[in-house]
């Protein structure tokens, strides 16, 4: 499995950005595409994630209610739509993907995409 990731840039507080993450090479079954995000001097930290095949999502608390995760099954294609952003969101962004569970743990995660630096100024 390869994941790619797009999107991401500078935006200031209260915009918005979408990240994309398509998968390619042999996917199979049900997975779980997930976003983490990594700032400067911190953890890697879980953001969202989605099970591919009924759509049911989860996220981190501080991110409900302004980030969407979606996928679209053609495409294989995953989607992180940010809105009212803050600069306490800003971190290189990752997406991930594995075959058990909705996961919140990075260690969880055996495939990775590069990072999307998403920066969001005051």
């Known amino acids: 499995v390869q994941l790619q990731a797009f999107g991401g840039g500078l935006v200031q507080a209260g915009g918005s950005l979408r990240l994309s993450c398509e998968a390619s090479?042999?996917?199979?079954?049900?997975?779980?595409m997930g976003w983490f995000r990594q700032a400067p001097g911190k953890e890697r930290e879980f953001v969202a994630a989605i099970w591919w095949n009924d759509g049911s999502t989860n996220y981190r608390a501080s991110v409900k209610g302004r980030f969407t995760i979606s996928r679209d099954n053609t495409k294989k294609t995953a989607y992180l739509q940010m809105n009212s952003l803050k600069p306490e969101d800003t971190a290189v962004y990752y997406c991930?993907?594995?075959?058990?569970?909705?996961?919140?743990?990075?260690?969880?995660?055996?495939?990775w995409g590069q990072g999307s630096q998403v920066t969001v100024s005051s």
């Open positions: 090479g042999r996917t199979f079954g049900n997975y779980v």
């Open positions: 991930a993907l594995n075959y058990l569970k909705m996961a919140t743990g990075a260690n969880e995660y055996p495939y």
